[in-house]
């Protein structure tokens, strides 16, 4: 691992503990910022990866698994490299994973690309939220709130990257399933679990203005290694997760977005909703049905609750 050398103004652990305390009061709800509306700290987080220092070994999976408590194996098991015959996205039980690309300058040396959920500066996924269950924090990182979820799963559509997955093999709790970057950890003045891991200083950590001046750098100083393109630096407006590498991010699986903010596209969702003519009496008795079979489903372990469902004029009546 490797935390940004250009970090003088901002010591580690008052930036970790910055970052920690806005997430747990941002958990309280005291400070909850909305996508669109309330400017990010400066302080905010950024994480650079650089995929020509990748090497592959897969060890970030295997630590952010551990870090969440899902089936991770043992890490040895993970220099199997039969796992790259196939292109795999993170998912239920893998919040990232590495895939090996095809490098043409030297066969022999592949590419390795890690992906997880890119923090978006303004994400898409919060702004589709119609209950507020995912928050963009101050911080940079976007995280998901189980008490709020209704499991309506709009996030799932309105992710440009499709990174949000719903643990749909759960008969009790399914949670929403995304990379958190490690937000308990960091609470406890601790590196998220990938980037305390790796080994050959593939992800950079830090504040994003200086990660970005670190990408900027590595460019300038080796322009034959690297295009001019950092990846998330603008797209969808920026991204907390940002990459450099040798070739272009279309040929990374990586792709090609418009700077322009997703938000517009998930607030759609929600308009879409009132423009084919679902009153909002309505709109809040369907999400007072689909929340009460949620919690009836968390806590019951069942898809068929018994009872009265509430309907339209109960909702009238509140
Ligand atoms: S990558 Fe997708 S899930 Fe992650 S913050 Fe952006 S919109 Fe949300
Ligand atoms: S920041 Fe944490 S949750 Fe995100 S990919 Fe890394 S280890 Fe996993
Ligand atoms: S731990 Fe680092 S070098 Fe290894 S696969 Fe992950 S990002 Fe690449």
Redesign the pocket.
Known sequence: MIYIEHMNNIDRRNFLKTAAIGAASLTLGSATVKAADKPLSDDRIGILVDTTACVGCRHCEWACRTAHGLPAGELESYSDNSVFKEYRRPGNEALTVVNEFENEKNPLLPVFVKSQ????EK????SACIVGA?T?NEDGS?TWNDDKCIGCRY?MV???????TYEWQKSIDPHIM??DLCSERRSNGKLPACIEICPNEALLFGKRSDVLKAAKNKIKRKPDTYINHIYGEHE?GG?TWMYIAGKKFDKLKMPPLGTAT?PGISEAIQHGIFAYFVPPVTLFALLGTMMWVTKWKKTNGSDEPKGKLPDVNDEKEK
């Open positions: 959920c890119m923090h978006c994400p898409a996924c919060v995912l963009k976007v996030c309105a992710c440009q990257f499709q990174i949000p995304k990379c969808v991204t997703a």
